[in-house]
T-cell receptor, first 114, second 114 residues
């Protein structure tokens, strides 16, 4: 069973800052890692999916990196905006699985103020 | 893009009543998942189906919970009888047909059992 930890649990920053959200997992034998965003009262929105063969993925101002050997992933948000305020969760599958159960971290609650 | 419609969005019921939550994928998929989210435990997998067949129901808390997927376009999660500790947000999610493992969530059903 994977244990997924996210640091920090909460983050409050002024608009324009570059941010780093961290995710660690216990079993490095994963095929992929996903980052999600969750707005209050809403479902989760997939942001980035990194395959094990990749070291990073980029989408707009978001960049996610994956270091399997150390069991870590980082989500980098450039030039943060108030609209980025949400909870960000990372998730990994079972060892050796591409489909099936995902194990989620508890998330980083981000607040970006104007 | 993959998508899921869940109903009801909110349900308030009394202890002992039967609750049925519904999930309708609106795009092609291979796998369908039911997750539960609480403040105490975060996101937990209850059950998932692959090609309409239940694959892993080890997360179903007890016999009061049951899930069905009669066809590729519909799934239900039933709780009978409901208890206050079942209060949570229940999410349905699907993977797309590309089998990358990327997960797409519905907006969730918020259940309150009094």
């Amino acid at each position: 069973k994977q244990e997924v930890t996210q640091i920090p649990a909460a983050l409050s920053v002024p608009e324009g800052e570059n941010l780093v959200l961290n995710c660690s997992f216990t079993d490095s034998a994963i095929y992929n890692l996903q980052w999600f965003r969750q707005d209050p009262g809403k479902g989760l929105t997939s942001l980035l999916l990194i395959q094990s063969s990749q070291r990073e993925q980029t989408s707009g101002r978001l960049n996610a990196s994956l270091d399997k050997s150390s069991g870590r992933s980082t989500l980098y948000i450039a030039a943060s905006q108030p609209g980025d305020s949400a909870t960000y969760l990372c998730a990994v599958p079972d060892r050796g699985s591409t489909l099936g159960r995902l194990y989620f971290g508890r998330g980083t609650q981000l607040t970006v103020w104007p | 893009d993959a998508g899921v419609i869940q109903s009801p969005r909110h349900e308030v019921t009394e202890m002992g009543q039967e609750v049925t939550l519904r999930c309708k994928p609106i795009s092609g998929h291979n796998s369908l998942f039911w997750y539960r989210q609480t403040m105490m435990r975060g996101l937990e997998l209850l059950i998932y189906f692959n090609n309409n067949v239940p694959i892993d129901d080890s997360g179903m808390p007890e016999d009061r919970f049951s899930a069905k997927m009669p066809n590729a376009s519909f799934s239900t999660l039933k709780i009978q009888p409901s208890e206050p500790r079942d209060s949570a947000v229940y999410f349905c999610a699907i993977t797309g047909r590309t089998d990358t493992g990327e997960l797409f969530f519905g907006e969730g059903s918020r259940l309150t059992v009094l």
